[in-house]
C-alpha cells in the first residue's frame, strides 16, 4: 500500500519537538502539490512557501506531491526543475515523493466506491452539449443516460447545497452552487484532479492544505468527496492569488514565466507579498538565512498569520 509506505517513510524520521502543550495532539501535516506543466513561477512560489512555513513552524511534516494525474498537460523535465528550485529554495520535504500517475488504482476503487453508493453516475455529454447550457453542467445524466446515449464520462452527484466550511484565513466560505456535478472520471480517461487531490490527501495522512487561492471555490466539494470516502477532515487555508497588473490570474495555463530570480529574493519577494515586513538587513540574503529568519518569525505568530488580501500583483 502507498499509504502504508508513506507512514512507514514518516515513522523513520525523528520525532517533531514539540512544547508540552502540544505533546498529545497529533503532528501537523501539511504538503505542497505543483502540477509538472512547467517550472515553478512566482504564484506557485507563494504556495509553496506558505505551506512550509505553516508546516514548519507547527513543528509539522512537509509533504511533496506531483499532481502529474493529467498526462497531456505534464511537460518533460519539468518535476526535475521543480525539485532542483525546491531545493534552491532551501525546501525540505519528508518522506517519498508521491506521483499522482503511479495512483490510478486508488483513484479507481474510490469511483467504485462512489459508484456503489449511488454518489457517481455516468455521463454521455459531450462539451459542445454542455456549452449550449451556458457552460455548466444542467444535470442532464443524473437520472439514468437517455435511450441510444453511451457514458463518456463519470460525475458526482452532489447537494443542492453544501454546509459552510471555514477557510484559516478568509473565515466562513459558501460553495457557488452553480458549479453543477463535477467529473470525476474524464472522457479521456484522465481522473479529474478533484478526486485525485482529496484520495491522496488521505492517504498522505495531511491535516492542513494551504494553497493558491484559485483553488478556494473547489474546497467544499472536496470536503464532500471527503466525507463520502469516509476520510479525515482537513483543514483548509487560501493564501493570496497573484494576479498581472491588468487583474488575471497567474498561473502556469496562462503561460506565465518560470521564477528565474536568486532563491534568496525568491524568499524576499514572496514573503513580501504574503504581507511580511522584510528586513533590510537580509537583503540579498541566501534561501537558508531567509528560510531560518521566517521560520523563527512564523513561530512567534499564533495561529501562523494572516495574509492580507485574496489576491497580489507581483510587483514590477
Ligand atoms: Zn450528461
Known amino acids: 500500500m502507498e499509504s502504508a509506505r508513506i507512514h512507514q517513510a514518516m515513522s523513520s524520521l525523528s520525532p517533531p519537538i514539540m512544547p508540552q502543550a502540544q505533546a498529545r495532539k497529533k503532528p501537523v501535516v501539511g504538503r505542497f502539490a505543483p502540477s509538472p506543466s512547467g517550472p515553478l513561477h512566482a504564484g506557485s512560489l ?29 511537460r518533460p523535465g519539468a518535476a526535475d526543475t521543480i525539485l532542483r528550485q525546491l531545493e534552491a529554495l532551501g525546501l525540505d520535504w519528508d518522506g517519498p515523493i508521491c506521483w499522482q500517475s503511479q495512483r490510478h488504482d486508488y483513484y479507481q476503487q474510490a469511483l467504485d466506491h462512489l459508484i456503489k453508493e449511488g454518489d457517481a453516475y455516468p455521463c454521455a455529454c459531450t462539451r459542445q452539449e454542455i456549452r449550449q447550457h451556458g457552460g455548466n453542467y444542467p444535470g442532464t445524466c443524473r437520472h439514468g443516460l437517455a435511450a441510444g446515449r453511451t457514458a463518456r464520462s463519470w460525475r458526482l452527484r452532489v447537494p443542492q447545497q453544501f454546509p459552510v466550511w471555514k477557510d ?16 470525476l ?41 471527503q466525507s463520502l470516502l469516509h476520510l479525515p477532515r482537513t483543514e483548509y487555508g487560501h493564501l493570496p492569488l497573484l494576479c ?51 521560520l523563527a518569525e512564523a513561530r512567534g505568530k499564533t495561529p501562523f498569520w494572516h495574509p492580507p488580501a485574496t489576491s497580489v500583483t507581483l510587483p514590477l
Not at 507563494?46 to 505534464?74: F, K, P
Not at 491535516?207 to 473547489?218: A, N
Not at 522584510?278 to 531560518?292: F, I, K, M, V, Y
Open 185 to 225: 472520471l474524464r472522457a479521456d480517461n484522465y481522473f479529474a484532479y478533484l478526486l485525485a487531490c482529496v484520495v491522496d490527501d488521505g492517504a498522505q495522512g495531511v491535516s492542513e492544505v494551504i494553497r493558491g487561492g484559485d483553488l478556494r471555490t473547489f474546497t467544499g466539494v472536496q470536503r464532500y468527496l
Open 46 to 74: 507563494i504556495a509553496a512557501i506558505g505551506s512550509y512555513l505553516s508546516a514548519r513552524s507547527q513543528s509539522g511534516l512537509w509533504l511533496l506531491r506531483m499532481e502529474d494525474v493529467d498526462g497531456d498537460r505534464v
Open 168 to 183: 484559516r484565513f478568509h473565515g466562513l466560505q459558501n460553495t457557488p452552487p452553480e458549479q453543477g456535478d463535477p467529473v
Open 244 to 294: 498581472n497588473a491588468d487583474g488575471s490570474k497567474l498561473s502556469k495555463s496562462s503561460q506565465s514565466p518560470a521564477w528565474t530570480g536568486s532563491p534568496g529574493q525568491g524568499w524576499e519577494t514572496t514573503l513580501g507579498l504574503l504581507g511580511w515586513d522584510t528586513p533590510a538587513e537580509l537583503h540579498g540574503a541566501s534561501a537558508e538565512q531567509w528560510r531560518n529568519w521566517a
